[in-house]
């Protein structure tokens, strides 16, 4: 992949990084408010999807699906 631009949309972009996000993202947001432990779970797997963002793509795609996620804190 070296030397290659960054499909963010290619097909491996949508299985490893925007399906992850996406499934996280429902977990967090439609977990009751009493579930403290769910939320917080949820709130740390948004830390893997970036990570293989910037595997598959560098720090361009690491940056890229950072700033779309949402904020872990």
Same mark, same amino acid.
């Given at each position: 992949m070296v030397g290659q631009p960054t499909k963010i949309l290619? /097909?491996?972009w949508l299985a490893w990084v925007w399906m992850p996000?996406? /499934?996280i993202a429902?977990?967090?947001y439609l977990t009751p408010p009493h579930t403290h432990w769910v939320h917080?779970? /949820?709130r740390r797997l948004f830390?893997?999807?970036i990570l293989l963002a &910037?595997?598959?793509g560098g720090a361009r &795609? &690491?940056?890229v699906v950072a700033l779309v996620t949402p904020s872990p804190a």
């Open positions: 290619s /097909a491996r996000v996406l /499934a429902a977990l967090h917080d779970l /949820a830390y893997a999807p &910037g595997i598959f &795609g &690491g940056l």
